[in-house]
């Protein structure tokens, strides 16, 4: 069994800054990729944000230039750090994450998501 857990989402007014946090556990062999997602009522869920195990990232061209992935392999930790939060970044954000577990049988599992709101 794995378990992805997101934290660090929240209020923030425009032109602010957070930094959201997702952490695997459990049964990990490898992490594959690890990835950022968010969803609005009533839309689908997009990509924010992805890094994959050689460290390539890819990012939403809503979000170039001012937000950032970075992975703690040792720690099997996430981050997305977020600057310059528009209104339009308010969504539940959501973190994805796959690899092999310790029997080598693939896992994919999503975190609870966390709401970010941006708001003055």
């Known amino acids: 069994q794995v378990q992805v857990v997101e934290s660090g989402g929240g209020l923030v007014q425009p032109g602010g800054s957070l930094r959201l946090s997702c952490a695997a556990s459990?049964?990990?062999?490898?992490?594959?990729?690890m990835g950022w997602y968010r969803q609005v009522p009533g839309k689908q869920r997009e990509l924010v944000a992805a890094?994959?195990?050689?460290?390539?990232?890819n990012y939403a061209d809503s979000v170039k230039g001012r937000f950032a992935i970075s992975r703690d392999n040792a720690k099997n930790t996430v981050y997305l750090q977020m600057n310059s939060l528009k209104p339009e970044d308010t969504a539940v954000y959501y973190c994805?994450?796959?690899?092999?577990?310790?029997?080598?049988?693939?896992?994919?599992?999503w975190g609870q998501g966390t709401q970010v709101t941006v708001s003055s």
């Open positions: 994805n994450a796959g690899g092999l577990t310790q029997t080598r049988t693939l896992w994919s599992n």
């Open positions: 459990g049964s990990i062999f490898s992490i594959n990729a």
């Open positions: 890094i994959i195990s050689g460290g390539r990232t």
